[in-house]
């Protein structure tokens, strides 16, 4: 099975940067779509930002304040975020699809907190 080890969340104040990784091991062939959801108190897991072989998406509410990058070697996606604001307070998960040797997978990370103090 492939398995996800997240870190880099934390607790910050608004305007503040932190800087979310993701890292995919076991017997992985590729990856395609990698991504960076985010859930917070009583409301649905929403997407934040997605990176596929050809391109990037950004939720309207990230636009301009966070990037996302991969690192293909090594298996890691990355989520820079800047200018944080209190109402990006969530717990943050990445997601990674693609195929291993026991065929097409996608699997989440355990979630990371992401406080951010006004």
């Known amino acids: 099975q492939v398995q996800l080890a997240e870190s880099g969340g934390g607790l910050v104040q608004a305007g503040g940067s932190l800087r979310l990784s993701c890292t995919a091991s076991g017997r992985i062939f590729n990856i395609n779509n990698m991504g960076w959801y985010r859930q917070a108190p009583g409301k649905q897991r929403e997407l934040v930002a997605l990176i596929t072989r050809t391109g990037t998406t950004y939720a309207d509410p990230v636009k301009g304040r966070f990037t996302i990058s991969r690192d293909n070697a090594k298996n890691t996606v990355h989520l820079q975020m800047n200018s944080l604001q209190p109402e990006d307070t969530a717990v943050y998960y990445c997601?990674?699809?693609?195929?291993?040797?026991?065929?097409?997978?996608?699997?989440w990370g355990q979630g990371t907190q992401v406080t951010v103090s006004s």
């Open positions: 997601n990674i699809q693609g195929r291993a040797n026991y065929g097409d997978f996608g699997s």
